[in-house]
């Protein structure tokens, strides 16, 4: 021990310490504790550090704490240590964190009252505790109430439910839904309504007995035991009440804030009703006895709206309108006379005043006279041995008369309506058994307490002594039951108490002893108190400043009692002279009430043995002596009898408790008081059973459970095949105390804290082991970091290095190219420097040079101009002058020239004659000569030279003489306009001054302008640029309009989508609803139905009726119409031959009576072939009027085949009509005996027609190859339709180009066309590419061809070799089959182009085969024909016998055996039976068949399939009583078995999908248009005649809507005991959760143990059903909807019981469900049922696993929470946050601020503020129509079904 308590008082082990606030407050040890410490040191929570001081004598440690695993405990025996702070604390948390309000402590169910309404009390709560064990759901009063019913019924004993509290703890409202448990659950045993009644009971007991308190503002002032009758089905029958002291005084005195009953407030609020004028009512506030409080109102409550209950309770109970009216009458009547004032006449006396309003209205209504009223109140009349005498009384005594019988009235009115609610709530059932309801005050001590207290707290004496005793009977029986020592455990026994009160000479002994002294008193009876217990007995005191009061040591606590009132309150004295007058009353209502006073010895007027009622005032027996008080009996003395009747009730039944606890005085929701709650946990017992449950073994583990949970704390050689063993050697080692544990027979009991030591060591052991995984992990992630490291760095180092040598590489290149750059840039800034200055100086030297140019030009014009003048006046001067020297000079010359010519001449005339000058110049010449000779060669190069320089110069003289010449035409021009104006050079000069101002003037103005147009220029560049960045932001908020335009309109679009999809699921919501309301209507109407079958099999018990079979139904009743019977030509000819009728009569007219029957048959084909060919001509024009150019080819060869083959069809008929003439002539005109010879006519017409039909076949093969043209021609036409298409694109695009304007938009036609290019590119080349491929198709195709044409000439050549039939049943497989063949080889070329050619081969084919199938029909029944004439003509032209045959059947007796298997065939698909045989056929078919055997065995809806045969063909033969009744007969058998068998899954689903296939049948043949589509010719030819069967459809509708929510039910309860276990219980992943310690209230392990159910059960059930109904032939959609049904009852009740269960809202849980979930989800897939909408269904509950899961924390995981979980309800959100427990140390709460952010971000959701999933809603149910493809005419009846007189037909 010492040992244990050192491991466990170490640093850190937290604590309990009282205090003085809390009570008990938390520390955490900061120092370890040794066996020598006299004190403890210790932190509490808010960081203080204290010095803990111990006992020095006894050593005391403080209370250890609950691992925090422990805490919020569902039951308090769970926690390991079981004391006061760890039951306050668990409580608390429980109230306040996770807003529980109920906790078990044991057998006993805490309830704290929230003041806050919650929805955990509804109609699907109570289904979600039905059935359930008490510890398999988190507490609940509905747990507490489904253990009682339980009991009763598998003990067969009697139940009670006692739940006591305080005023204001909420007792009244637990009885409440209790009982309201038990009306839900049980329901009634008759049509009375009898739990309507007995919950219709409360709002008027509450209304009579219950007040507002300052403690409660509906708080029950009487006690009240229910008694609850059931019969031996344990429905209820009815309910029996007893009340118990009702607290009088109220009707006359209040306290501040508090009210009387509430039933005198309802009729104040109700004043102003018409009903109660004669009532003389007002306010509240008017009256003495509802004004006292001053608190007439209570918020929230609406008193006349409380008024209207009442009286509808009323009604419902059967207390009338006039009887109400009665009750409210005395009850203003009570009012009234407390409002009677009563006035001193003088000190003795008293008197009333005459006239008195409130008097005269009391007297009014209660029907007295005014005067004997009065008189009597004052008055009092006192009798002695010999006369009587009138005393006058005091005004005060008379105001006490007057109050004393006001409390009288009032508790009669109070027992009579309890009299009459029990006679309502008696029925004349025999009672088997009942529950018990107790609703009784708790233990109560105020400042002052009287003789109520004192009766109160007697009364919880008694029932404590009960309630422990119960307790210790219950661990006594548990540790004999497990063969545990037993050992004798000292509780606390408060039998002394009990004797103190109730004991001879106790405290009611005395208090009646002293009531019959003449003079006895308060005083007087305190001072015997005194003398005769203040010494015997410990439990008594006396106060020490009061001789007028005792104290009493309860078991609760002391309680000092004033003993002033205790006398008068126990006689409870009533003035009888008062009493007269009322008897004397004209209100018969109040003689009523007062009726049983001249027969009764008790106050309420019946002995209190035979009632059972309390009884609360004591009156004298008016039909005895009135001297003989002994024999009366006081207050306390019947208290006595009824609490001990009481007493033996419950002792004789098997109780349950039900603590109330009031959290605070001051009605604040979900507020916690220490102080409070620990007075009432030690006035209530909750303790008091922690200390027994304590002082023995309180936790209880099975040993399974034990090795499941600390299996971490052994070692695997510890291990053993035996769990038992192995535990018990685990336990030996890890515990050494032995008297701490005991080993039971299936259990392991530990002493207090054992667990908490356990989970220590297994949270050490776990500690370590994460310590050293951690260790692990760690070293090897630092590892494996460190590596990772090293390997970067040694990497980094690597690129580094690199980096830095490329760096520096890098930065040698730059350098060097900086320098080049640097040469380069600066010789550019250099040469651009240079260039600029030479720019510079240029431009400068340009600007100097044109302005000294301008200016020299300027100077040179006015000097040319001078020198023009000049020139013109000079030369002519000049000229003058030189005229007349040049004719001087001439002269002159002339004269000089003349002389000396001569002189020349004469010298020349002298040296021609001298040789030597001869030769001199000879020489001279010969060196010019060759000089010039030279020079003429020089002058011949310079010619040549001149010579092209010379052409040149001509072409550009010549251009330029053209310019001079036009340039001196223009000067001529000047010259002559110079000439002109040569006069007025001097005004030109003038104006040229003028014109120099003006061009200054002009300059400046244009100097001015230019200033302005420069900043114009600037401004309209400004403004430019303005309008730029103006268009920009234009063009941006264009695009972002644009933008947002398109947003817009698709969000637009996306509204209008959502809103189109929430209308149309609203619609579907709403169709859905209206499915629903109607099929729930079904199943009430077949409640009823069951109902009314069972009340007249009752009726036929009770009148033992010896022959029910003679009963007549519908079913049965028969037909006195003669029957029309129809047979066919199959049937016909089956049959015997009909002897002694005219047979050639017989013959023609039955022939002839077939061929106009085919005759017509083939005119309506022709007329309706006619209609189709109009409508597909109507089709026709508006497909080619949406798409003429697609469907234009194909529409032509479609109308080229009708027009073919309504060609055929009029050939076809006109030949038939042929043939028929040919043949009735051939039939007439022959003799009977020729007719039918086989070298007669007919025989040749017959044989001819034969022939005929074998030339059909022939065409039909010609058909066949047109079809196969057509295809190819539509195939070409779609190829050139492609190219068409393909030619017009360019087209398109070149008239979009020719429209386009703007740059923008010639750019994109410019991208475009060339995309466009690029498209035609690929086109052409695709074009290309299928040109080949197209060829190489034509060349395999061609091939094909030729090869199909040999394998057609060799099935040619087989075919002439076979039989005439089965050489066309050849020929038709071959074409079939090559048409398929060609059909795929097409569709794998072309898909697109092949789907409508598909069509319509598959529409050619149809019709191919429909048209054979009617030949083949006509050859079988021309040759049957042929055989019937042939062996009647053998019977009268030969004579031969019956059993001999013609020669023409010997002929064909070859060829007939390939048609006898198909006889088949000839059947029409009808069943023909005799109307007295459908009893048997019902019997056989229905009632006595066996499921699995058919489901097996023989094809699925077979008896739908029978069924409807026959009733085809009671339509056949237009027989309307026959079809009625066998549909009557059906449904009715079907109900009936159904009735019978309805728990056997198979037989429900077998007839669910017959019904189903049933029901189709009769869609699919009725003959409707929609039906019809998918039915082949011989189904349409099947269809029903002669009645409309659309009101039987949805009859038979309405019964498999019966039957589909029958399987469901079936279904349901077949599962539903396995989905808790399976999804939620049993451990899929094994060692994921760990197993907590439980409580008492033993909760389901999730270790699967034997024949617990796991996921693989529920898995294989629903594979069991799937399999099950796709034997049966249920449709799939069908299937679909069962399994999304199923599913959702999986999801719902799951997540149902995880809202109610806190021991499963964990992580690991989460884990378990969403594996279970996804193994659900794979089923499905395997299944192909994905698609059913049954995952969907357990979308809520996938969210609430993956609400355990997540993280809890922060803002962010809120919103994830709420996005996450959108399919949870808010409610059910916060309830899985607030029942979140963990497992282990490890994981953390949810904190309360978190969930209050949950509910914050929620607050707007709109939905409903139900907790639980509803599980009894049913999907409403669809029937899709399924038609069947199976033909009628091939089912097969088996023998088996003992079906022989069903004849085929």
């Given at each position: 021990?010492?040992?244990?308590?050192?491991?466990?008082?170490?640093?850190?082990?937290?604590?309990?310490?009282?205090?003085?606030?809390?009570?008990?407050?938390?520390?955490?040890?900061?120092?370890?504790?040794?066996?020598?410490?006299?004190?403890?040191?210790?932190?509490?929570?808010?960081?203080?550090?204290?010095?803990?001081?111990?006992?020095?004598?006894?050593?005391?440690?403080?209370?250890?704490?609950?691992?925090?695993?422990?805490?919020?405990?569902?039951?308090?025996?769970?926690?390991?240590?079981?004391?006061?702070?760890?039951?306050?604390?668990?409580?608390?948390?429980?109230?306040?964190?996770?807003?529980?309000?109920?906790?078990?402590?044991?057998?006993?169910?805490?309830?704290?009252?929230?003041?806050?309404?919650?929805?955990?009390?509804?109609?699907?709560?109570?289904?979600?505790?039905?059935?359930?064990?008490?510890?398999?759901?988190?507490?609940?009063?509905?747990?507490?109430?489904?253990?009682?019913?339980?009991?009763?019924?598998?003990?067969?004993?009697?139940?009670?439910?006692?739940?006591?509290?305080?005023?204001?703890?909420?007792?009244?409202?637990?009885?409440?839904?209790?009982?309201?448990?038990?009306?839900?659950?049980?329901?009634?045993?008759?049509?009375?309504?009898?739990?309507?009644?007995?919950?219709?009971?409360?709002?008027?007991?509450?209304?009579?007995?219950?007040?507002?308190?300052?403690?409660?503002?509906?708080?029950?002032?009487?006690?009240?035991?229910?008694?609850?009758?059931?019969?031996?089905?344990?429905?209820?029958?009815?309910?029996?009440?007893?009340?118990?002291?009702?607290?009088?005084?109220?009707?006359?005195?209040?306290?501040?804030?508090?009210?009387?009953?509430?039933?005198?407030?309802?009729?104040?609020?109700?004043?102003?009703?018409?009903?109660?004028?004669?009532?003389?009512?007002?306010?509240?506030?008017?009256?003495?006895?509802?004004?006292?409080?001053?608190?007439?109102?209570?918020?929230?409550?609406?008193?006349?709206?409380?008024?209207?209950?009442?009286?509808?309770?009323?009604?419902?109970?059967?207390?009338?309108?006039?009887?109400?009216?009665?009750?409210?009458?005395?009850?203003?009547?009570?009012?009234?006379?407390?409002?009677?004032?009563?006035?001193?006449?003088?000190?003795?006396?008293?008197?009333?005043?005459?006239?008195?309003?409130?008097?005269?209205?009391?007297?009014?209504?209660?029907?007295?006279?005014?005067?004997?009223?009065?008189?009597?109140?004052?008055?009092?009349?006192?009798?002695?041995?010999?006369?009587?005498?009138?005393?006058?009384?005091?005004?005060?005594?008379?105001?006490?008369?007057?109050?004393?019988?006001?409390?009288?009235?009032?508790?009669?009115?109070?027992?009579?309506?309890?009299?009459?609610?029990?006679?309502?709530?008696?029925?004349?059932?025999?009672?088997?058994?009942?529950?018990?309801?107790?609703?009784?005050?708790?233990?109560?001590?105020?400042?002052?307490?009287?003789?109520?207290?004192?009766?109160?707290?007697?009364?919880?004496?008694?029932?404590?002594?009960?309630?422990?005793?119960?307790?210790?009977?219950?661990?006594?029986?548990?540790?004999?039951?497990?063969?545990?020592?037993?050992?004798?455990?000292?509780?606390?026994?408060?039998?002394?108490?009990?004797?103190?009160?109730?004991?001879?000479?106790?405290?009611?002994?005395?208090?009646?002893?002293?009531?019959?002294?003449?003079?006895?008193?308060?005083?007087?009876?305190?001072?015997?108190?005194?003398?005769?217990?203040?010494?015997?007995?410990?439990?008594?005191?006396?106060?020490?400043m009061s001789n007028r009061a005792f104290i009493i040591q309860h078991f609760a606590d002391k309680v000092e009692y004033q003993c002033e009132g205790f006398l008068e309150?126990?006689?409870?004295?009533?003035?009888?002279?008062?009493?007269?007058?009322?008897?004397?009353?004209?209100?018969?209502?109040?003689?009523?009430?007062?009726?049983?006073?001249?027969?009764?010895?008790?106050?309420?007027?019946?002995?209190?043995?035979?009632?059972?009622?309390?009884?609360?005032?004591?009156k004298p027996d008016k039909g005895r002596d009135t001297s003989s008080k002994e024999h009366k009996k006081t207050v306390g003395c019947q208290f006595r009898n009824s609490?001990?009747?009481?007493?033996?009730?419950?002792?004789?039944?098997?109780?349950?408790?039900?603590?109330?606890?009031?959290?605070?005085?001051?009605?604040?929701?979900?507020?916690?008081?220490?102080?409070?709650?620990?007075?009432?946990?030690?006035?209530?017992?909750?303790?008091?059973?922690?200390?027994?449950?304590?002082?023995?073994?309180?936790?209880?583990?099975?040993?399974?459970?034990?090795?499941?949970?600390?299996?971490?704390?052994?070692?695997?050689?510890?291990?053993?095949?035996?769990?038992?063993?192995?535990?018990?050697?685990?336990?030996?080692?890890?515990?050494?105390?032995?008297?701490?544990?005991?080993?039971?027979?299936?259990?392991?009991?530990?002493?207090?804290?054992?667990?908490?030591?356990?989970?220590?060591?297994?949270?050490?052991?776990?500690?370590?082991?994460?310590?050293?995984?951690?260790?692990?992990?760690?070293?090897?992630?630092?590892?494996?970091?460190?590596?990772?490291?090293?390997?970067?760095?040694?990497?980094?180092?690597?690129?580094?290095?690199?980096?830095?040598?490329?760096?520096?590489?890098?930065?040698?290149?730059?350098?060097?190219?900086?320098?080049?750059?640097?040469?380069?840039?600066?010789?550019?800034?250099?040469?651009?420097?240079?260039?600029?200055?030479?720019?510079?100086?240029?431009?400068?030297?340009?600007?100097?040079?044109?302005?000294?140019?301008?200016?020299?030009?300027?100077?040179?014009?006015?000097?040319?101009?001078?020198?023009?003048?000049?020139?013109?006046?000079?030369?002519?001067?000049?000229?003058?002058?030189?005229?007349?020297?040049?004719?001087?000079?001439?002269?002159?010359?002339?004269?000089?020239?003349?002389?000396?010519?001569?002189?020349?001449?004469?010298?020349?005339?002298?040296?021609?004659?001298?040789?030597?000058?001869?030769?001199?110049?000879?020489?001279?010449?010969?060196?010019?000569?060759?000089?010039?000779?030279?020079?003429?060669?020089?002058?011949?190069?310079?010619?040549?030279?001149?010579?092209?320089?010379?052409?040149?110069?001509?072409?550009?003289?010549?251009?330029?003489?053209?310019?001079?010449?036009?340039?001196?035409?223009?000067?001529?021009?000047?010259?002559?306009?110079?000439?002109?104006?040569?006069?007025?050079?001097?005004?030109?000069?003038?104006?040229?001054?003028?014109?120099?101002?003006?061009?200054?003037?002009?300059?400046?103005?244009?100097?001015?302008?230019?200033?302005?147009?420069?900043?114009?220029?600037?401004?309209?560049?400004?403004?430019?640029?303005?309008?730029?960045?103006?268009?920009?932001?234009?063009?941006?908020?264009?695009?972002?309009?644009?933008?947002?335009?398109?947003?817009?309109?698709?969000?637009?679009?996306?509204?209008?989508?959502?809103?189109?999809?929430?209308?149309?699921?609203?619609?579907?919501?709403?169709?859905?609803?209206?499915?629903?309301?109607?099929?729930?209507?079904?199943?009430?109407?077949?409640?009823?139905?069951?109902?009314?079958?069972?009340?007249?099999?009752?009726?036929?018990?009770?009148?033992?009726?010896?022959?029910?079979?003679?009963?007549?139904?519908?079913?049965?009743?028969?037909?006195?119409?003669?029957?029309?019977?129809?047979?066919?030509?199959?049937?016909?000819?089956?049959?015997?031959?009909?002897?002694?009728?005219?047979?050639?009569?017989?013959?023609?007219?039955?022939?002839?009576?077939?061929?106009?029957?085919?005759?017509?048959?083939?005119?309506?084909?022709?007329?309706?072939?006619?209609?189709?060919?109009?409508?597909?001509?109507?089709?026709?024009?508006?497909?080619?009027?949406?798409?003429?150019?697609?469907?234009?080819?194909?529409?032509?060869?479609?109308?080229?085949?009708?027009?073919?083959?309504?060609?055929?069809?009029?050939?076809?008929?006109?030949?038939?009509?042929?043939?028929?003439?040919?043949?009735?002539?051939?039939?007439?005109?022959?003799?009977?005996?020729?007719?039918?010879?086989?070298?007669?006519?007919?025989?040749?017409?017959?044989?001819?027609?034969?022939?005929?039909?074998?030339?059909?076949?022939?065409?039909?093969?010609?058909?066949?190859?047109?079809?196969?043209?057509?295809?190819?021609?539509?195939?070409?036409?779609?190829?050139?339709?492609?190219?068409?298409?393909?030619?017009?694109?360019?087209?398109?695009?070149?008239?979009?180009?020719?429209?386009?304007?703007?740059?923008?938009?010639?750019?994109?036609?410019?991208?475009?066309?060339?995309?466009?290019?690029?498209?035609?590119?690929?086109?052409?080349?695709?074009?290309?590419?299928?040109?080949?491929?197209?060829?190489?198709?034509?060349?395999?195709?061609?091939?094909?061809?030729?090869?199909?044409?040999?394998?057609?000439?060799?099935?040619?050549?087989?075919?002439?070799?076979?039989?005439?039939?089965?050489?066309?049943?050849?020929?038709?497989?071959?074409?079939?089959?090559?048409?398929?063949?060609?059909?795929?080889?097409?569709?794998?070329?072309?898909?697109?182009?092949?789907?409508?050619?598909?069509?319509?081969?598959?529409?050619?084919?149809?019709?191919?085969?429909?048209?054979?199938?009617?030949?083949?029909?006509?050859?079988?029944?021309?040759?049957?024909?042929?055989?019937?004439?042939?062996?009647?003509?053998?019977?009268?032209?030969?004579?031969?016998?019956?059993?001999?045959?013609?020669?023409?059947?010997?002929?064909?007796?070859?060829?007939?055996?390939?048609?006898?298997?198909?006889?088949?065939?000839?059947?029409?698909?009808?069943?023909?039976?005799?109307?007295?045989?459908?009893?048997?056929?019902?019997?056989?078919?229905?009632?006595?068949?066996?499921?699995?055997?058919?489901?097996?065995?023989?094809?699925?809806?077979?008896?739908?399939?029978?069924?409807?045969?026959?009733?085809?063909?009671?339509?056949?033969?237009?027989?309307?009583?026959?079809?009625?009744?066998?549909?009557?007969?059906?449904?009715?058998?079907?109900?009936?078995?159904?009735?019978?068998?309805?728990?056997?899954?198979?037989?429900?689903?077998?007839?669910?999908?017959?019904?189903?296939?049933?029901?189709?049948?009769?869609?699919?043949?009725?003959?409707?248009?929609?039906?019809?589509?998918?039915?082949?010719?011989?189904?349409?030819?099947?269809?029903?005649?002669?009645?409309?069967?659309?009101?039987?459809?949805?009859?038979?509708?309405?019964?498999?809507?019966?039957?589909?929510?029958?399987?469901?039910?079936?279904?349901?309860?077949?599962?539903?005991?396995?989905?808790?276990?399976?999804?939620?219980?049993?451990?899929?992943?094994?060692?994921?959760?760990?197993?907590?310690?439980?409580?008492?209230?033993?909760?389901?392990?999730?270790?699967?143990?034997?024949?617990?159910?796991?996921?693989?059960?529920?898995?294989?059930?629903?594979?069991?059903?799937?399999?099950?109904?796709?034997?049966?032939?249920?449709?799939?959609?069908?299937?679909?909807?069962?399994?999304?049904?199923?599913?959702?009852?999986?999801?719902?009740?799951?997540?149902?019981?995880?809202?109610?269960?806190?021991?499963?809202?964990?992580?690991?849980?989460?884990?378990?469900?969403?594996?279970?979930?996804?193994?659900?989800?794979?089923?499905?897939?395997?299944?192909?049922?994905?698609?059913?909408?049954?995952?969907?269904?357990?979308?809520?509950?996938?969210?609430?696993?993956?609400?355990?899961?997540?993280?809890?924390?922060?803002?962010?995981?809120?919103e994830a929470i709420c996005s996450m979980c959108h399919a949870l309800t808010t409610a059910q959100i916060v309830k899985v946050l607030n029942l979140y427990t963990p497992?282990?140390?490890?994981?953390?709460?949810?904190?309360?601020?978190?969930?209050?952010?949950?509910?914050?971000?929620?607050?707007?959701?709109?939905?409903?503020?139900?907790?639980?999933?509803?599980?009894?809603?049913?999907?409403?149910?669809?029937?899709?129509?399924?038609?069947?493809?199976?033909?009628?005419?091939?089912?097969?009846?088996?023998?088996?079904?003992?079906?022989?007189?069903?004849?085929?037909?």
């Open positions: 021990m010492n040992r244990e308590l050192e491991y466990m008082f170490v640093q850190s082990a937290r604590v309990w310490i009282p205090d003085a606030e809390e009570v008990w407050k938390s520390a955490e040890l900061t120092k370890d504790y040794k066996n020598d410490d006299a004190s403890l040191q210790l932190m509490l929570e808010d960081g203080t550090t204290i010095d803990h001081k111990l006992d020095p004598k006894t050593k005391n440690l403080p209370y250890l704490r609950n691992p925090d695993i422990l805490v919020g405990e569902n039951d308090l025996t769970a926690l390991s240590y079981l004391h006061e702070p760890a039951v306050l604390h668990n409580l608390k948390v429980r109230f306040i964190d996770s807003k529980l309000i109920y906790t078990y402590c044991g057998i006993v169910l805490v309830a704290i009252n929230p003041y806050e309404t919650l929805p955990i009390y509804g109609t699907d709560i109570i289904n979600a505790y039905s059935g359930q064990n008490m510890g398999d759901m988190d507490p609940h009063i509905f747990a507490v109430a489904e253990e009682a019913y339980k009991q009763m019924a598998r003990d067969e004993r009697n139940q009670s439910i006692i739940v006591s509290g305080e005023s204001g703890a909420g007792k009244t409202v637990s009885a409440k839904y209790a009982m309201r448990y038990f009306a839900t659950v049980s329901g009634s045993a008759s049509e009375a309504n009898v739990e309507e009644k007995v919950l219709a009971s409360n709002p008027i007991m509450e209304a009579i007995g219950n007040a507002k308190t300052t403690r409660n503002d509906n708080s029950s002032r009487f006690g009240k035991y229910i008694e609850i009758g059931f019969d031996n089905r344990y429905r209820i029958i009815g309910a029996n009440m007893r009340t118990y002291l009702l607290e009088k005084s109220r009707v006359v005195f209040q306290a501040d804030e508090e009210r009387n009953y509430h039933i005198f407030y309802q009729l104040c609020a109700s004043a102003n009703q018409p009903e109660f004028k004669n009532l003389r009512l007002s306010t509240a506030n008017d009256f003495l006895y509802t004004r006292q409080g001053r608190s007439p109102v209570i918020e929230g409550v609406d008193d006349a709206k409380e008024l209207r209950t009442t009286r509808h309770a009323f009604t419902l109970l059967g207390i009338n309108e006039s009887y109400q009216i009665g009750l409210f009458q005395v009850l203003a009547a009570i009012l009234h006379l407390g409002n009677v004032e009563i006035k001193d006449r003088d000190s003795d006396s008293s008197l009333i005043a005459p006239n008195n309003r409130h008097l005269t209205a009391f007297c009014e209504l209660v029907g007295v006279t005014y005067q004997d009223m009065s008189q009597w109140l004052c008055h009092r009349k006192l009798k002695t041995a010999t006369e009587t005498y009138i005393k006058p009384l005091p005004r005060l005594q008379a105001t006490n008369a007057r109050d004393a019988l006001s409390k009288h009235i009032y508790a009669k009115l109070f027992n009579w309506i309890v009299e009459h609610v029990n006679k309502a709530l008696v029925t004349n059932i025999k009672q088997h058994s009942f529950i018990g309801v107790l609703d009784i005050y708790g233990f109560e001590t105020f400042e002052i307490n009287s003789f109520e207290q004192f009766c109160i707290n007697y009364a919880n004496e008694k029932l404590q002594q009960q309630f422990n005793m119960h307790v210790f009977k219950l661990e006594q029986e548990e540790y004999m039951k497990e063969q545990i020592p037993w050992t004798l455990i000292d509780f606390y026994d408060n039998q002394p108490c009990i004797n103190l009160i109730e004991a001879k000479m106790g405290i009611l002994d005395l208090l009646d002893e002293e009531c019959k002294m003449p003079k006895g008193s308060d005083d007087s009876w305190a001072q015997k108190l005194y003398n005769t217990h203040l010494k015997t007995c410990s439990l008594f005191e006396k106060p020490r309150k126990n006689k409870d004295t009533v003035n009888e002279e008062q009493i007269h007058v009322l008897k004397a009353s004209k209100f018969n209502l109040l003689v009523e009430l007062f009726q049983d006073e001249e027969k009764a010895t008790t106050p309420t007027g019946q002995v209190p043995g035979t009632g059972g009622r309390t009884r609360l005032s004591i609490l001990q009747m009481l007493m033996e009730t419950l002792n004789a039944t098997t109780p349950h408790y039900v603590r109330c606890i009031k959290p605070n005085d001051f009605k604040l929701a979900f507020s916690f008081d220490p102080k409070r709650a620990v007075q009432q946990l030690r006035a209530c017992g909750v303790l008091e059973t922690i200390r027994i449950s304590a002082a023995g073994f309180p936790s209880r583990w099975t040993y399974q459970e034990f090795f499941s949970r600390y299996r971490v704390l052994m070692k695997q050689k510890d291990v053993l095949p035996d769990k038992k063993l192995t535990c018990k050697n685990v336990l030996e080692k890890l515990v050494q105390d032995q008297d701490k544990y005991q080993f039971g027979k299936t259990k392991i009991f530990f002493r207090a804290g054992q667990v908490a030591y356990l989970e220590k060591l297994r949270a050490d052991k776990l500690r370590a082991a994460c310590i050293r995984i951690q260790k692990t992990i760690r070293c090897w992630l630092a590892r494996k970091k460190y590596l990772r490291q090293r390997s970067a760095a040694i990497t980094i180092q690597r690129f580094t290095r690199g980096y830095q040598a490329r760096c520096l590489a890098k930065f040698m290149r730059r350098t060097q190219a900086a320098t080049i750059i640097q040469k380069y840039q600066r010789m550019c800034v250099e040469r651009k420097r240079f260039r600029q200055k030479q720019a510079a100086a240029l431009a400068m030297q340009t600007i100097l040079r044109a302005y000294m140019a301008r200016q020299k030009y300027q100077a040179l014009l006015r000097e040319h101009k001078a020198v023009i003048i000049q020139k013109h006046v000079r030369g002519w001067l000049a000229r003058c002058w030189y005229k007349h020297c040049l004719e001087a000079i001439v002269y002159l010359q002339c004269c000089i020239r003349r002389m000396r010519a001569k002189r020349e001449l004469k010298k020349l005339k002298i040296e021609a004659r001298s040789v030597e000058h001869f030769k001199k110049l000879n020489k001279g010449m010969e060196n010019k000569i060759m000089q010039l000779q030279r020079k003429i060669d020089e002058q011949n190069k310079d010619n040549r030279v001149i010579s092209e320089r010379l052409v040149s110069l001509e072409s550009s003289y010549a251009s330029e003489s053209e310019r001079m010449r036009g340039e001196l035409g223009r000067l001529r021009g000047v010259e002559e306009d110079a000439k002109n104006k040569a006069n007025q050079v001097s005004s030109l000069l003038e104006e040229l001054e003028k014109l120099r101002k003006e061009l200054s003037v002009t300059q400046q103005e244009k100097k001015t302008i230019e200033d302005w147009a420069q900043k114009y220029r600037d401004e309209m560049e400004k403004m430019v640029s303005e309008l730029k960045d103006q268009n920009g932001l234009l063009k941006k908020e264009k695009d972002d309009l644009n933008r947002m335009i398109q947003e817009q309109s698709q969000q637009m679009t996306e509204k209008m989508t959502r809103a189109i999809a929430q209308e149309t699921q609203q619609l579907e919501t709403d169709l859905n609803e209206e499915r629903s309301r109607y099929q729930n209507l079904l199943t009430e109407h077949l409640r009823l139905e069951e109902k009314y079958d069972d009340l007249k099999e009752e009726l036929a018990q009770s009148k033992n009726v010896s022959k029910p079979g003679h009963r007549r139904t519908d079913s049965t009743h028969s037909s006195n119409e003669s029957e029309y019977t129809y047979n066919s030509e199959y049937a016909e000819l089956e049959d015997g031959s009909r002897v002694g009728e005219d047979v050639t009569r017989g013959m023609d007219t039955s022939l002839t009576l077939k061929l106009q029957k085919r005759v017509t048959e083939l005119e309506q084909e022709k007329q309706s072939l006619r209609n189709e060919l109009e409508n597909k001509e109507e089709q026709f024009q508006r497909a080619r009027a949406r798409d003429d150019a697609q469907f234009r080819k194909a529409r032509g060869a479609e109308l080229e085949y009708e027009s073919l083959k309504r060609q055929e069809l009029e050939s076809e008929n006109k030949k038939l009509r042929h043939d028929l003439a040919e043949m009735r002539q051939s039939l007439l005109g022959g003799t009977a005996a020729s007719a039918g010879a086989p070298g007669s006519p007919a025989y040749k017409v017959l044989l001819d027609q034969l022939n005929a039909s074998c030339e059909e076949l022939e065409v039909r093969k010609e058909e066949v190859l047109i079809l196969r043209s057509q295809l190819v021609s539509q195939k070409e036409a779609m190829h050139h339709k492609d190219e068409k298409e393909t030619m017009t694109e360019p087209s398109v695009f070149a008239q979009d180009v020719n429209k386009l304007k703007d740059a923008d938009e010639l750019k994109q036609a410019y991208v475009g066309l060339k995309d466009t290019n690029r498209l035609l590119e690929q086109q052409l080349q695709t074009q290309r590419r299928t040109h080949d491929s197209e060829v190489e198709s034509l060349r395999g195709e061609l091939q094909n061809v030729k090869e199909e044409n040999n394998r057609q000439q060799q099935l040619l050549a087989q075919n002439l070799q076979l039989p005439p039939e089965a050489r066309i049943e050849a020929s038709l497989q071959h074409e079939i089959t090559r048409l398929t063949n060609e059909n795929l080889e097409l569709l794998a070329d072309d898909p697109t182009a092949s789907r409508e050619a598909r069509v319509i081969i598959l529409r050619r084919m149809v019709d191919l085969m429909e048209q054979l199938e009617k030949q083949d029909r006509t050859i079988r029944k021309l040759k049957k024909q042929l055989k019937v004439y042939s062996k009647r003509i053998g019977e009268m032209g030969a004579g031969h016998t019956e059993g001999q045959t013609s020669p023409g059947q010997m002929v064909e007796e070859p060829i007939h055996p390939v048609n006898i298997p198909r006889r088949e065939k000839d059947f029409q698909g009808m069943l023909e039976y005799k109307k007295e045989d459908e009893m048997k056929l019902v019997k056989n078919l229905i009632l006595e068949l066996k499921p699995r055997g058919v489901a097996v065995n023989l094809i699925p809806g077979l008896p739908a399939y029978i069924l409807f045969m026959c009733l085809r063909h009671s339509d056949y033969v237009n027989d309307d009583q026959k079809v009625r009744t066998l549909l009557t007969s059906t449904i009715n058998s079907i109900k009936k078995i159904l009735k019978k068998r309805g728990d056997d899954f198979e037989t429900v689903s077998f007839w669910l999908a017959n019904t189903c296939r049933f029901l189709h049948c009769l869609k699919q043949y009725s003959g409707d248009e929609v039906f019809m589509k998918h039915n082949t010719s011989r189904q349409n030819e099947h269809c029903l005649s002669n009645f409309d069967l659309a009101e039987y459809r949805q009859v038979i509708s309405d019964l498999a809507i019966q039957i589909y929510q029958q399987l469901v039910k079936c279904m349901e309860n077949i599962l539903q005991p396995m989905i808790v276990s399976g999804m939620l219980e049993h451990e899929t992943i094994q060692g994921v959760s760990g197993v907590k310690p439980t409580g008492l209230r033993k909760r389901t392990s999730s270790i699967a143990d034997e024949g617990t159910y796991t996921l693989d059960s529920i898995l294989r059930q629903l594979s069991a059903f799937h399999s099950t109904m796709c034997q049966h032939g249920t449709d799939p959609e069908l299937i679909k909807q069962v399994v999304k049904q199923l599913f959702y009852i999986i999801g719902a009740v799951t997540l149902n019981n995880l809202l109610l269960r806190k021991d499963m809202c964990s992580w690991s849980k989460g884990m378990q469900i969403r594996y279970n979930v996804s193994q659900l989800e794979e089923w499905l897939r395997d299944k192909g049922l994905m698609n059913c909408g049954a995952k969907e269904t357990l979308e809520p509950l996938i969210q609430a696993a993956q609400l355990l899961q997540v993280k809890k924390k922060t803002d962010e995981d809120a497992v282990n140390e490890f994981e953390e709460r949810v904190s309360v601020s978190f969930i209050r952010t949950i509910q914050t971000r929620l607050r707007d959701r709109c939905e409903s503020p139900q907790l639980l999933m509803d599980t009894k809603m049913i999907y409403p149910v669809t029937f899709p129509f399924n038609p069947s493809s199976l033909a009628l005419e091939t089912i097969q009846i088996p023998t088996s079904l003992n079906l022989s007189f069903l004849t085929r037909v």
